[in-house]
């Protein structure tokens, strides 16, 4: 399963949350830098000590997968203010998130 990680800036703070790039949405709420490498290590254990830094190093953001992304309830599209509000300041891992748009359905 691919996952990167996603940096974003609120404010002077950065946070950050984990992408699966196969089901194009976050697996994770945002995280300081700190509670991204407690999770790191429990996911990927001793050989993940190698991967984390080469990941952070290699941080998008989310204007990189907004076009792409499946976020929301029954993998709607979400926009980026969505996402923001849902992933990074609510963090709420036991409440669904948004309903989005479906792109098959849009008129554009």
């Not at 949350?17 to 700190?34: E, H, R, S, Y």
């Not at 499946?70 to 996402?83: F, N, P, S, V, Y």
């Amino acid at each position: 399963m691919g996952k990167i990680v996603i940096k974003h800036k609120m404010g002077l703070e950065a946070r950050y949350l984990v992408w699966n790039t196969v089901v194009d949405a976050p697996i994770t709420v945002g995280m300081t830098k700190a509670e991204l490498a407690d999770w790191w290590r429990e996911e990927y254990g001793r050989s993940g000590e190698q991967t984390f830094n080469f990941a952070l190093d290699r941080a998008k953001t989310l204007d990189d997968v907004v076009a792409c992304n499946r976020a929301g309830k029954d993998e709607t599209h979400l926009t980026i203010e969505q996402m923001v509000e849902f992933y990074f300041v609510k963090c709420d891992t036991e409440a669904d998130p948004p309903v989005g748009t479906d792109p098959f359905l849009d008129d554009e």
